[in-house]
């Protein structure tokens, strides 16, 4: 069977993408195929554009199908050669250059050009655009406004959407002094409304970007270059280069020539065909479906899978019933997304609207009928994923509107991949289903990068490369190629952490090197596990593990916090943030006499000199004649309290006394990840217990509620209630217990916050509260003869562990 | 000319300390298998402590950001750096250290 000849006018992302679907189909075998393209170059990615000009990407790394792409799928590739001219009735397209090609199926996506409205003065003598005057549209357009960016000192851009936004974003990168010409009356009028758009001018102005709105350009100023605007209403802006970004238009010039019918752009059915003519199809920004020409990508991967269907016969019921238009953007630095409309249409569209001007956050949602039909994000995007699913498939919104523009309460609901549907777009730049990076997976490609080579998911903008692992490991499931050493407790010992545990206790190793000859690959040491081997064995043995300080991070040698210039910060024992005026004095006295640069009141509610040298270290130590405040490792490290019943009107509950208990009874003891706790006198949480490893709350008659696995660092986390219990010391009992169970469970550096989730507060509930397991007297002996185990280390100051434990670089003659 | 830096005892196994030869800072290792290495004392990276850091039989780990080197070699593992090491030798239980790397080790 002789193959059909299928010509492409156009090699942008639209051409490209749709050859690729035929290809994908078996179109190699079906067609020879020839593409026309404007421009010298293989296919790029025209939206990385603003990411060349900014200096963020260079232009090779915006090819999506380099000049060899196509001699090995076996495309005849016309770059730079314009067609001109398409003849109908012979089936013939002709080139500039004079090439003339014979045709059986004709695709035409010409796309679009930067629009340039008439003003007087654009063009030179020589008819083309006056010196200094740019489109933004093509690689060649970015080259030149970067090299004239370098000389010039100000830049004009007409045009305030996204692209002339990306235009000023770009030229400000270049040190240009950037004025923004907007003939309408707010930025961004297809994706924001008035609102959003004054908040977005306040934020670029406030990046140095000068606005100027409701300014319609009459001229072009200047001789032989750009000297400045004229603007209708007379007045004028001096600059030395113009970058217009007034929007785009469909190329549809040869398609009118050749009789198809063109209204915005060319008209097409819903298999991406012109009405006129069987053997034509048309996709992408030149094509006009139901009434809408689309400007962004994610309708021309729909219409490029429609056409490749319908060519090749895959299905020749393939229908593209238009695109629901909703994007995220990022611009100035600002995270935008937008979907739909911008302002309500009828009478009972209901607006949900958040707006906090100062934060440049703004939110505000169309709702009809239950349903969204649109929405502006601004400032925190965080919803976006949800909403933008809930738009595009017309889902039922909750009734609580309020939860729409935020997360109320905690947990956070995750959608998981689980319940991700199959048609999710995984990576919104190139169009992957979640299905599709499925189909890829099945196909044998089993690594995010092997993934995202095959589909292109991730290679856009980037962002959602995270993402994209983690739908890959979910579909490789249990046959993803596991490194069983995710699971050693520690690197450099082959085991999991009960049954390192049961080899330490069997054969009664006691020190960390024991460990390492017993149980180490080859008997080797791994300096990387030697810290989580000491926790461990304290944590077993108590007073019997053989302390070798060599197996501890420097912080615990030295007993302080290493600082980035290799001091130490000095923190003593201060209770619930409790302290005196004589304790005061004496701090402030060291301070003075050592010099320490840096005096600093710690999150955890107590003191910090900061920038001792190690030398120092003893005779800080000594002359504060305090205990250690145990703020350098992994370890029980301090409870915080607010004022409690003492002087507070509002106490329930001593706080205060119940933060020292708590310290005095765990101060020191080391476990898998810090634990910071905090007492309140009263659910106003002051202190901020609901938020801490182990939190107790007063909550009345003496009595106490118990948080665990809160977390407010790089994680935040309401803690979960174990329990409600009655007492201070049934409060210490109960925390003590919990954080026993924590020691001997969790992964090393496994924080309480990840340990909870891990094992499930009803688990926790059920071994700390219910014993389901009768181990809760062994927890509470272990926890005590932890305690009882822990000495002050700072009476190291009197009696090192090690030679020169505490020495300054040893001077010696040379 | 190798100078002498003290008793090996002042070193702990396992462990690094710092000494200053001339203008050239140091940092000396003796690990728990019984070797003994000279490396200079601050890590390219961000200049931390390399005698305060983690060592096993042939690693050091800088304490700031855990950066890798080896002990021997002074070539950084997984990492872009690499640190200068110097001949060092223990006779009749005290170290000795050669302060000119006459190794060459480049340093970046």
């Given amino acids: 069977m002789t193959k059909q000849k299928l010509i492409v006018v156009g090699n942008g992302m639209a051409g490209a993408r749709a050859v690729e679907e035929v290809l994908a189909r078996g179109g190699g075998e079906m067609f020879d195929i020839t593409m026309f393209g404007d421009e010298p170059y293989g296919n790029y990615n025209r939206i990385m554009l603003s990411n060349i000009l900014c200096g963020i990407q260079d232009t090779s790394e915006i090819y999506i199908n380099p000049l060899p792409w196509y001699e090995e799928n076996g495309i005849t590739l016309h770059a730079g050669s314009p067609v001109v001219e398409i003849d109908r009735a012979s089936r013939k397209v002709r080139t500039a250059s004079g090439i003339v090609a014979a045709y059986d199926v004709l695709l035409i996506a010409t796309g679009s050009r930067a629009f340039i409205p008439p003003m007087l003065g654009l063009n030179g003598p020589d008819g083309k655009m006056k010196p200094g005057v740019f489109g933004f549209r093509t690689i060649d357009d970015c080259d030149g406004i970067i090299a004239t960016a370098k000389s010039s000192r100000r830049a004009a851009v007409i045009g305030g959407g996204l692209l002339g936004l990306e235009a000023a974003r770009g030229l400000m990168n270049h040190g240009c002094e950037v004025h923004l010409v907007h003939l309408g009356a707010h930025l961004m009028p297809a994706q924001l409304d008035s609102d959003g758009g004054k908040m977005l001018r306040a934020t670029m102005e406030k990046m140095g970007v000068k606005i100027h709105l409701q300014r319609n350009t009459a001229e072009i100023l200047g001789e032989d270059r750009v000297t400045g605007l004229r603007f209708k209403d007379g007045d004028q802006l001096d600059c030395d280069m113009v970058v217009v970004a007034a929007g785009i238009r469909p190329n549809v010039e040869i398609a009118r020539g050749s009789g198809l019918t063109v209204e915005r752009a060319i008209v097409v059915d819903n298999h991406m065909r012109s009405v006129d003519d069987m053997n034509v199809y048309v996709v992408g920004e030149c094509a006009q479906h139901r009434g809408q020409v689309y400007g962004l990508v994610a309708p021309l991967w729909d219409q490029a899978k429609v056409f490749a269907d319908h060519v090749t016969g895959a299905d020749r019921d393939a229908a593209y019933h238009g695109s629901k238009l909703a994007t995220k953007l990022k611009v100035m630095g600002v995270e935008l997304a937008s979907m739909g409309l911008t302002e309500p249409e009828l009478e009972h569209d209901e607006v949900v609207q958040f707006s906090e001007a100062k934060r440049g956050t703004y939110k505000k949602l169309i709702v009809r009928d239950g349903r969204l039909v649109g929405g502006i994000l601004m400032g925190d995007i965080s919803k976006a994923a949800y909403l933008m699913q809930a738009f595009d498939r017309e889902t039922p919104l909750p009734e609580e509107r309020l939860s729409l523009l935020f997360d109320i309460g905690t947990p956070p609901q995750k959608v998981t991949l689980d319940e991700m549907p199959a048609t999710a777009q995984v990576c919104n730049c190139n169009g ?100 989580a081997l000491a926790s461990l064995l304290i944590t077993l043995w108590n007073e019997a593990y053989e302390d070798e300080r060599d197996a501890r991070f420097i912080n615990d040698r030295v007993h302080g916090n290493i600082q980035k210039d290799g001091t130490f910060s000095v923190v003593p024992e201060m209770p619930g943030g409790v302290t005196t005026p004589a304790d005061l004095m004496r701090i402030a006295q060291v301070a003075v006499k ?115 696995g809160g977390a407010a660092g790089s994680q935040i986390r309401k803690g979960d209630v174990l329990c409600t219990v009655t007492g201070e010391d049934e409060v210490v009992r109960i925390t003590g217990r919990f954080m026993q169970w924590y020691r001997e469970n969790a992964k090393y550096k496994e924080r309480t916050h990840t340990f909870i989730e891990r094992m499930g507060i009803e688990r926790a509930r059920a071994v700390v509260v219910e014993d389901s397991d009768g181990i809760a007297s062994a927890l509470d002996a272990a926890m005590d003869a932890a305690t009882a185990a822990v000495r002050d280390p700072w009476l190291e100051r009197v009696a090192p562990k090690t030679a020169n434990q505490f020495a300054a670089p040893i001077p010696v003659e040379a | 000319m190798p100078v002498v830096l003290g008793p090996l005892a002042g070193i702990p196994p396992g462990e690094g300390r710092a000494f200053v030869v001339g203008a050239a800072e140091i940092a000396v290792f003796h690990t728990r298998e019984g070797g003994v290495f000279a490396t200079q004392a601050q890590c390219p990276h961000r200049g931390g402590p390399l005698a305060d850091g983690l060592t096993d039989g042939g690693h050091v780990v800088c304490p700031l950001h855990d950066r890798v080197y080896c002990l021997a070699t002074g070539a950084g593992i997984g990492n872009e750096f690499s640190i200068r090491v110097y001949p060092v030798a223990v006779r009749d239980g005290v170290l000795l250290v050669d302060p000119v790397d006459t190794l060459q080790t480049p340093h970046t």
């Fill in chain 1, 432 to 531: 992957v289903t979640k299905a599709a990076i499925g189909a890829c997976v099945a196909a044998g490609k089993r690594t995010p990068k092997a993934v995202m080579g095959a589909t292109r998911a991730g290679m856009g903008c980037g962002s959602c490369k995270g993402l994209v692992g983690e739908v890959v490991a979910w579909f490789c499931g249990g046959d993803v190629e596991e490194d069983p050493s995710v699971h050693y407790y520690v690197p450099g010992i082959p085991m999991a952490k009960p049954e390192l545990v049961a080899a330490i206790r069997e054969r009664g190793l006691k020190s960390v090197s024991a460990v390492f000859a017993a149980l180490g690959t080859d008997g080797k040491s791994d300096a990387a596990s030697k810290p």
């Fill in chain 1, 594 to 708: 050592y010099d320490v640069p840096l005096v600093k009141l710690t999150g955890g509610q107590r003191i910090d000199l900061v920038g001792v040298p190690k030398e120092q270290l003893p005779a800080v130590w000594a002359d504060l004649d305090m205990p250690a405040g145990w703020a350098w490792g992994k370890s029980y490290r301090t409870c915080k309290s607010c004022i409690g019943t003492d002087y507070c009107r509002f106490g329930l509950g001593d706080s205060m006394g119940l933060a020292k208990k708590i310290e005095g009874k765990f101060r020191g003891i080391d476990s898998p990840g810090k634990l910071k706790l905090a007492t309140a006198g009263c659910p106003r949480n002051c202190s901020e217990a609901m938020v801490k490893d182990v939190g107790a709350v007063a909550v009345g008659d003496d009595r106490w509620e118990i948080y665990v």
